[in-house]
């Protein structure tokens, strides 16, 4: 598959979205960039904790005073910048959570990629991996509570996130419960011919 310079990569918590943005970093030349990085700095500038509530919140905020799309189209302009400077292939989005940012990357001619898995295996794949994030630090019914709340949003806030009506506008889906990163890696590698660019 010819990858296309802008690739959005959307799915569930814990699915391996990471995980496909890194490996084309690496072995394409991509900047990778995790929108959910980008609240994270935004919540610890402001002192607040790194609680999935408190980054729904804010993209939910930026959304209604800049756009549903905002994250993306930003992240989208700083790369067109960027692109110039550092001579990457492309751009990967990671964590796209809205449909609105889907099609800012329809827009440029991209695709967005759904990522996801079995939640209980999403949910023991971030408790064993404990990449450092105080929000995957929670119970699982916690998690699954939070979860839902992301895929159906409660009330008719156009800018409250919406997963579930995401994952009907994406162009990929990828089911990853293999039993290890790297059998996901080699399945990746191998289904969008990631060889070194």
């Given at each position: ?14 699915a391996g979205?990471d995980t ?78 809205r449909v ?98």
């Amino acid at each position: 598959m010819k990858l296309p310079k802008i690739i959005g990569i959307a799915g569930t918590n814990g699915a391996g979205k990471d995980t496909l943005g890194e490996l084309l970093t690496e072995l394409q030349n991509y900047k990778f960039v995790s929108v959910s990085d980008i609240l994270r700095e935004e919540l610890t500038k402001q002192g607040i904790p790194h609680e999935r509530e408190h980054m729904r919140a804010l993209s939910t905020k930026w959304a209604s005073e800049h756009g549903p799309a905002v994250l993306s189209v930003k992240t989208i302009e700083a790369y067109v910048e960027e692109e110039r400077r550092e001579g990457y292939s492309g751009l990967a989005i990671g964590s796209i959570r809205r449909v609105a940012e889907a099609k800012a990357v329809h827009d440029e001619g991209g695709v967005v990629i759904w990522v996801d898995a079995d939640r209980q295996t999403r949910y023991e794949r971030l408790q064993k991996n404990s990449r450092g994030r105080s929000e995957d630090r929670v119970s699982y019914e916690d998690w699954a509570s939070q979860e839902d709340a992301e895929m159906h949003p409660i009330g008719d806030d156009p800018n409250a996130l919406n997963m579930a009506a995401l994952r009907d506008v994406v162009d990929i889906k990828i089911d990853n419960n293999f039993a290890s990163q790297q059998q996901y890696r080699n399945f990746l590698i191998e289904h969008f011919d990631l060889t070194t660019s």
